[in-house]
């Protein structure tokens, strides 16, 4: 049996989820798509797609992993898929020449039996004792990225919803997952108090008594107006992304005496440059300036999920957050 990996106390590296996308969980997700496999066979076709994401993660040094995303063909429609009450519907435009099958609710949403801890078991079982990240599309996001037919009352929705997805988090907490991630990227849209204390509720109605640490992504837009609000979600940590922007947020957290961990997006996924060390290290400085947030509330990782790099940058990205933290692990006095 693998020994229990100890993860770090001061700056951790972990990810945000999502990882390049590789060929086996492509033809799977196609195969899928096309109705010619089951889910389960779905799920056994994925499997060296997760050992590959494991394998980078390892050589990079990564401490908390993820196992890629590489069954998501979305967020949303992934999850959407599997829920009763939804389906799903024509291509959107998101951005650029990006799109997706924009999901519809049109009967009561109910949960129909696990629908991601399948590969997180499998990822944890091949990570040499170091804990995957159970991750899940929040309620919030599910239902802002869905279209609603049903229920006429986005509230209401956003708190089923929240019901209907607790199941999923206790799965995965029932099979050990230590970290349990959810993610509401569609917040920063509308930055206003009432859709985040909407937020608050639904994060209430799913973690509350759920024995993991509990964290909240949450990505880009005008999130420096959310930041008074974040203190109050019922979470443990705030995965927020910096270096796109960067790092304007910081000034906010030491306005609004931010002292939950920190999630630290040091490196850009939408840039195909791997940042240096040294650039990381000087941005952990700027960070630790503030004199906010110790080294041990500092979890260091990307802006968001890789999943739209090149397989090669994205690991080259992990190697240069993890040299960083153990360099600044030594500078800190946090050597293990």
């Not at 496999?37 to 060296?48: A, D, L, M």
């Not at 203190?231 to 939950?260: H, T």
């Amino acid at each position: 049996m693998t020994q229990e990996y100890r993860v770090p106390r001061a700056f951790p590296v972990t990810v945000v989820g999502s990882y390049p996308k590789m060929p086996e969980a492509e033809e799977a997700i196609k195969l899928r798509r096309k109705g010619v496999i089951s889910e389960e066979e779905f799920h056994e076709r994925v499997k060296p797609a997760i050992k590959k994401v494991i394998e980078d993660y390892l050589w990079a040094g990564v401490d908390i992993l993820s196992d890629g995303e590489q069954s998501r063909e979305d967020m949303v429609v992934y999850f959407a898929e599997r829920l009763g009450g939804y389906r799903i519907g024509d291509w959107v435009r998101i951005f650029d020449n990006v799109y997706f099958r924009k999901p519809v609710v049109y009967a009561k949403v109910e949960y129909k039996g696990p629908m991601a801890v399948m590969d997180w078991e499998y990822a944890q079982s091949i990570s040499q004792g170091r804990p995957v990240k159970a991750i899940i599309t929040g309620p919030y996001t599910m239902v802002d990225w869905s279209f609603d037919t049903y229920y006429g009352d986005r509230r209401e929705l956003v708190l089923e919803m929240a019901k209907v997805l607790r199941n999923e988090i206790e799965e995965f907490v029932k099979r050990g997952a230590k970290y349990v991630q959810v993610d509401e990227p569609a917040l920063p849209a509308r930055p206003r108090k009432e859709e985040a204390e909407l937020v608050k509720e639904a994060l209430e109605i799913m973690l509350k008594g759920i024995d993991a640490k509990k964290i909240v992504h949450i990505c880009f837009g005008r999130i420096e107006k959310l930041i008074p609000y974040f203190l109050e979600f019922p979470v443990d940590q705030i995965d927020l992304e910096f270096k796109n922007s960067e790092f304007k947020l910081l000034p906010y957290l030491k306005e609004y005496g931010f002292n939950k961990e920190l999630g630290y997006g040091v490196v850009d996924v939408h840039s195909l440059r791997v940042e240096t060390p040294e650039e990381i290290i000087e941005a952990v400085e700027r960070l630790m300036k503030l004199d906010i947030l110790g080294p041990e509330k500092i979890y260091l990782d990307p802006d968001c999920g890789l999943k739209r790099l090149p397989r090669e940058i994205a690991r080259q990205k992990l190697r240069s957050i993890a040299i960083a933290a153990k360099q600044l692990r030594k500078q800190y006095g946090y050597e293990e």
